[in-house]
């Protein structure tokens, strides 16, 4: 079985502030790991994605995240936050060869930057 | 990027009657997703599809039932609706097979209410 956790149902930040959401995974190997973000009233868009390699991924505006094996975790960060990156994050597994491809989803954390 | 159109965007049903949510993909993807998004629970899989004429069950089947008669339109039917089926509906199409290490693309979600 997997399943992916997200400790923090929500995060206020000041913007330019620095930012970390944290996500820990249960899988018996190495998955892919995904983080999504949801926009008020709009579907999710993928931020990045690790499969393999260098453990650090880049994303979207400016978010990263690290897959750490031992710690069983894929955290999201971001150097100084905007306003605009308010909204809701999803941290996703995938199991490597499956032919279905679904995602297991954690419970999303909303982000709150404070002007 | 993939394009993923659910229709209608929202929808107020009254309790047992039928509801019948609507996705079209144009990127030719094989596998598509249903998905209803609640508060605290993240994405939870309802059905799937491999390709045209499959649907399989997901996590939570219950009172759904889905169709993909052609690869591009994959419904899912509420054949009598509950309030408990008050949610957000997602729609995603994915290449499956591990094709771009399973990452999906959604649509921008229906909301539905049951009253």
């Known amino acids: 079985a997997q399943s992916v956790t997200q400790p923090d149902a929500r995060v206020t930040v000041s913007e330019g502030a620095s930012l970390q959401l944290r996500c820990k995974y249960s899988?018996?190997?190495?998955?892919?790991l995904f983080w999504y973000v949801q926009y008020p009233r709009q579907g999710l868009q993928l931020l990045l994605k690790y499969y393999s390699g260098d453990p650090v991924v880049q994303g979207v505006n400016s978010f990263e995240a690290e897959f750490s094996k031992s710690n069983s975790s894929f955290h999201l960060q971001k150097a100084s936050v905007h306003w605009s990156d308010s909204a809701v994050y999803f941290c996703?597994?995938?199991?490597?060869?499956?032919?279905?491809?679904?995602?297991?989803f954690g419970a999303g954390t909303q982000l709150i930057v404070i002007p | 990027e993939a394009a993923v159109t659910q229709s209608p965007r929202n929808k107020v049903a009254v309790t047992g009657g039928k509801v019948t949510l609507s996705c079209n993909q144009t990127?030719?993807?094989?596998?598509m997703y249903w998905y209803r998004q609640d508060t605290g629970h993240g994405l939870r899989l309802i059905h799937y599809?491999?390709?045209?004429?499959?649907?399989e069950k997901g996590d939570i089947p219950d009172g759904y039932k889905a169709s993909r008669p052609s690869q591009e339109n994959f419904s899912l039917i509420l054949e009598l609706a509950t309030p408990s089926q008050t949610s957000v509906y997602f729609c995603?199409?994915?290449?499956?097979?591990?094709?771009?290490?399973?990452?999906?693309?959604f649509g921008a979600g229906t909301r539905l209410s049951v009253l």
């Open positions: 599809s491999y390709g045209a004429g499959s649907t």
């Open positions: 996703a597994l995938s199991r490597r060869g499956s032919a279905l491809g679904r995602l297991h």
């Open positions: 899988y018996s190997a190495t998955p892919y």
């Open positions: 995603a199409s994915g290449l499956g097979l591990g094709g771009s290490q399973n990452t999906l693309y």
């Open positions: 990127n030719n993807h094989n596998n």
